[in-house]
Each structure stands twice: as structure tokens, then as C-alpha cells.
């Protein structure tokens, strides 16, 4: 018996990879013309970091006041609370922020990109730079494609900064946690080689979701349900990427 | 000839919407591409700006034929046209100001104060010097486009291209574009190329016309031959008549046949 459209599902899987792949390419290609335009790309990381920076902030507050939280009643009952500095500053770093702030970047500034690129096209803006012979790949889709990868590890670092601050909320003026334990027990055992993996996953995480993100607006279909289609597509494809490659990348870390 | 098309066949998921037109575009000269809706009259147009490519025949702009260009090539060959869309497309992120400077400053590393003359003589032009401030989404229908128009000419092109420039606007705003159209061409020696099925208004401007419909060009000439045709199609749409060859209803099935069948579901 035919197995038609399993072959059809991978063979158009297959497609759009190969098609994603294509335009990273050719955007890739475009990124040093739009390095030279530093006025485009200071504006796209102000649009795709800065204007995040509330929610990242809020959010890291909250991610690090429950790890102080969960981490001192885990703690407890192995008598070990003075390991919680430790515990919290190896999740965040390595784990919860990257992955915490490539979710809420694929929500706040993954979709504004999507959307902003397929109003674009189908408002014709992007056809009109073509007819006055300018590439929108170099002269849209390459500042807002730097613009998020630039942003992302930014972000990850102050979703971690504040993550930390709030888990000493927690851990030590709530819980009672001695400050000096706290502090040295991280210094004492969080090594440049867990920040890193940290900021490799954020980077990677910032090259996929604006990868994503221009890309879903960029080919969107020119209407009202279409950019609609492609922005809810950049959030889910962002979403189950970043955490596909974050398994891939911890793998690779061990 | 500024632009030559001949033999263009072109389809679209395997609906032809072009079967052998033949277009002719002389230099210095107004041409109008007039057809009922849905002739393909904005494919054309993308066909000659080679935003898409023919599936059989030739277009040649300047004498060059698209097919055989490169995308450097097709990109400096745009540079010499100007193209104004249906609704302005003004990028929204600029002001008016930047929006007619965008062009300029993409391709020239003219000195700012250049610039600003450059721009502000056109929009001059097109009577919104007061308006360089302005963000598009501030502009009426018919301002945008003035702004449009004057960004396709800011660079001083060889050919300007305007796609359903009279849609939409009030009597006010129609007459002005119209005289915008006639001065770009008589002033500054602008070949034109206007797409639109406003034939009384095509008929005050246009040198030439060329009447598409079915896939075909159904008649050419000047837009006084072309009221004068006996041909039932071209007269359908030179005098708006429901009657004719071009049909008012969409094919369908018998209508009291489906009003029945309907009533017994």
C-alpha cells in the first residue's frame, strides 16, 4: 500500500528546511552590507532588545524568586540550604535563562518582527524597494535578523542577573540563608565554562528565533489571515526549536 | 521603443493569462494598458519590471531583454524607472521627508544638504512641501500617492510606471494626479506607462492605448481610435455597458435550478 502522504509530509518538511536554509544563506551573505548601516542595526536592537527589556526583567524576577523558593525546600530536606546559591546559579545560567528568554523573545519580539515584515509585504513596501533596485533582504530583512541575535544573549544576561537577585530575595532575606554562603558557595563552584554554555545556547537561540521570525514574515502570505498564519507560526517554530536545540546543546556541553 | 513586449504567454497555476499580447512602448510618449479587471493589467506590469518572468515570448526594456538578465543587471535597469503603486506603498516607518530621500540615499553618497534640496524640489512638485513631516499613516489616499509619485521621480528616471494611479480618489485629488501625469511627461520628458481602467480620464492623457482582454490585446491605438472601434468587446468597455462579450455574471449553474435545489435541502 502506498504510503502517499507520510512521503508528502516529509517530502514538504523537507522543502521548507531546505528553503529556511537557502534563506539563511542569503542572509548570512547580507550581514556585513548591513553592518556597515549602524544606524539600522542600533535601531533594530533597540526594537527587539530594549523594548523587551520589561518583560525580560519581570520575568527573570519571578523565574528566580520560585528557584530560591523551590531550591531551599528541596535543599532543606537533605539539611544542604547553603548549596542554594550554587543550585540557582547553575539553572539560571544554564538553563532557565536562555531558554526563558528565547520563549518570551519569540512572543514579544519574534512576532513583531513577523508581523512588521508581512504588513510590509503586503502593503507593497517591500516590492516598492525592489522596483527602486534596493534588496529588502539587505535593507529590511538583515538589520532585524542582526538585531535579535545581537539582542538575545543582552537579554539572557539581564534575565540572569535579575534571576540571581531575585533568588537571593528569596534564599536569603526571606529564608534566612547566610549572605556569605550564598554568594561564595557560586563563586566558589559556578565556572566560566557554565556561563558560556549559557551564552552559546542564547546566541544559537537569537540566530533561530530571528532567523524564524524574518523569515515567516518575509515569505507571508500578503494578507490579513497570512501575516496572521505566519505570526502564530514564528511563535510555535521558535518555541519547539528553541527547546529541540536546547536538549542538543546540553548534550553537547556534558 | 522604450519597451517592447512580444509573443508574452504567461499563466498562472495553469490559468493563462496571457496567450501572444504584443505591447509597444515608444519613448517620450503616454501609453495607456486599459482592460476590465482581472485582465492581467498589474501582471504586466510586473512582467515589464521583471518582479516575475514571462513563460514564452520576449520583453525588452531599453532594448534589453529581461529574460537574459542578471540580477545586478536587472537592479541597475531599475534604477533608470519609476514605478508608482495603487496605494503609494510609502514605507511606513519614515516620514515623508525620508520616504522621498530613501532612493537618493541608497544610491548616491550625496552630501545632506543635497539631499535636502533634491528632495524638497520634489515635493514641491507634487505640492506637499509642507508636508515633509508628515508619517504615511497621516496622509489622505490621495496624498500618499502625490508622495509616491514623488519619491519615483526623485532619481530623474527615463520611465514612470503608474499602476491604477486614479483609484479611489476624490475629483479634486483625480485631476491633480492627472496633471502631475501630463506634466512629468510634457515637462521633464518622462516615458509613461499608466495601467487603469478610468478610459474617460486614459482618454485626455494617453498618446497610445492598448485595450488587453481575454489574454489578448483586443485593440490598440489612439484612445480616439479606440472609441471609434466596432469591435463589440472594445465597445462594451470604451462605453461601460453591461452587455456585450464580457459577461456581468461569473459562470454558474442554472439559477432557478439552484434556488430549487436549495429550497428541497
Known sequence: MSNGGGDGFILEGVRRLGAVAIFLVRLFGECLPALRRPRLLVHQIYNAGARSLIIIMLSGLFVGMVLGLQGYDLLQRFGSVDALGTAVALGLLKELAPVVTALLFAGRAGTALTSEIGLMRATDQLTAMEIMAVDPLRHVAAPRFLGGVVAMPLLTAIFSLIGLYGAQLIGVQLMGVDKGVFWSQMQGSVGLRDVTEGMVKSVVFGIACSLIAVHEGYHAEPTAAGVGLATTRTVVASSVITLLLDYVLTAAFL | ?265
Do not use: C, W
Request: charged share 20%; aromatic share 6%; glycine share 10%.
Open chain 2, 1 to 265: 521603443m522604450v519597451v517592447d513586449v512580444r509573443g508574452l504567454h504567461y499563466a498562472v497555476g495553469g490559468r493563462p493569462i496571457f496567450a501572444g499580447v504584443d505591447v509597444q512602448v515608444r519613448r517620450g510618449r503616454i501609453t495607456a494598458i486599459m482592460g476590465p479587471s482581472g485582465t492581467g493589467k498589474t501582471t504586466l506590469l510586473k512582467l515589464i519590471t521583471a518582479q516575475i518572468a514571462a513563460d514564452r515570448g520576449e520583453v525588452r526594456v531599453r532594448g534589453e531583454d529581461l529574460a537574459a538578465l542578471s540580477r545586478s543587471e536587472i537592479y541597475a535597469l531599475r534604477k533608470r524607472m519609476g514605478m508608482l503603486f495603487q496605494n503609494g506603498a510609502l514605507l511606513t516607518d519614515m516620514d515623508v521627508f525620508e520616504n522621498v530621500a530613501f532612493p537618493v540615499r541608497e544610491h548616491t553618497n550625496l552630501p545632506e544638504a543635497l539631499i535636502r534640496k533634491l528632495v524638497l524640489t520634489k515635493l514641491q512638485a507634487v505640492g506637499l512641501r509642507g508636508a515633509a513631516e508628515l508619517m504615511p499613516g497621516e496622509l489622505s489616499g490621495g496624498m500618499a500617492r502625490r508622495v509616491a509619485l514623488a519619491r519615483a521621480i526623485v532619481m530623474d528616471p527615463e520611465m514612470l510606471i503608474y499602476d491604477e494611479p486614479f483609484v479611489g480618489l476624490d475629483p479634486i485629488s483625480l485631476g491633480v494626479i492627472m496633471r502631475l501625469i501630463k506634466h512629468m511627461n510634457e515637462a521633464l520628458g518622462i516615458t509613461s506607462i499608466v495601467v487603469s481602467h478610468d478610459v474617460r480620464e486614459l482618454a485626455t492623457i494617453a498618446h497610445d492605448s492598448y485595450l488587453l482582454s481575454g489574454g489578448r490585446v483586443a485593440a490598440a491605438g489612439a484612445p480616439e481610435q479606440l472609441r471609434a472601434s466596432d469591435s463589440p468587446a472594445v465597445r462594451q468597455f470604451m462605453t461601460g455597458s453591461e452587455d456585450g462579450p464580457v459577461a456581468f455574471h461569473y459562470p454558474a449553474p442554472d439559477y432557478a435550478a439552484q434556488l430549487f435545489a436549495a429550497d428541497e435541502s
